[in-house]
């Protein structure tokens, strides 16, 4: 079966650090990716990793283990305007079907 | 901008009444999809296009229909709209080659009455 699991909220402190993490049971593996999602509105791409290791992208880094099904999202410096909810997709393209599947997203709250 | 765009943003339909989004997209990219997502849920893909090819996931119900006449417009149509159809509809495209990124709209918000 199809499988993403995230934690279903976190709190963190502005200017602190935080990781989320992602495992997956997928069928097929052509990268993971992870979103950011405001209340209301569509999901924005933050980063993508396809071979084992890390992405550094500013504050916003990300992990691939594929032999663990596992990847990480780290945000550095926390702002207030990182509170919201934090997607990971994995691209499973077995037969070149091109579909993502998402997890249920991690909310992240930033506290003051 | 190259972009996705949907329309409307919010949309109210009564109990059964069809109702059609739509999306159009500037990105030339082969690869159209449509979302359902509720409150606090992950988005549940309903159906893909790649190119002209149809894929249809398995537990989408048959009140849901799509059409693509063409590369920039995509249509999801709800033929008997029910309370559970609630939802915010996400468009979203990939080239479905090179560039592995999904771009979504911002997605219409239907009401059932």
């Known amino acids: 079966g199809q499988n993403i699991d995230q934690p279903t909220e976190m709190t963190a402190t502005e200017g602190a650090i935080v990781q989320i993490n992602c495992t997956y049971q997928t069928s097929g593996f052509n990268g993971l990716f992870w979103y950011q999602q405001h209340a209301g509105e569509a999901p924005t791409f933050l980063s993508y990793?396809?071979?084992?290791g890390l992405e550094e992208k500013g504050r916003f880094s990300s992990f691939l283990s594929r032999s663990k099904g596992y990847s990480y999202l780290l945000l550095k410096e926390l702002q207030m305007k990182d509170s919201a909810s934090y997607l990971c997709?994995?691209?499973?393209?077995?037969?070149?079907?091109?579909?993502?599947?998402f997890g249920t997203g991690t909310r992240l709250k930033v506290l003051a | 901008d190259a972009m996705v765009i949907q329309n409307p943003r919010y949309q109210v339909t009564q109990f059964g009444k069809p109702v059609t989004l739509s999306c159009s997209q500037t990105?030339?990219?082969?690869?159209m999809y449509w979302y359902q997502q509720k409150s606090s849920q992950a988005p549940k893909l309903l159906f893909h296009?790649?190119?002209?090819?149809?894929?249809n996931e398995a537990d989408t119900p048959d009140n849901f229909q799509s059409r693509r006449p063409n590369t920039s417009f995509c249509f999801l149509d709800i033929r008997s709209p029910g309370l559970g159809d609630a939802a915010m509809y996400l468009c979203?495209?990939?080239?479905?080659?090179?560039?592995?990124?999904?771009?979504f709209g911002p997605g219409t918000r239907l009401t059932v009455t």
């Open positions: 990105l030339n990219h082969n690869v």
């Open positions: 296009y790649y190119d002209k090819d149809f894929n």
């Open positions: 979203a495209t990939s080239s479905g080659t090179s560039d592995y990124e999904q771009y």
């Open positions: 990793n396809v071979l084992d």
């Open positions: 997709a994995v691209r499973d393209s077995p037969s070149g079907t091109y579909k993502y599947i």
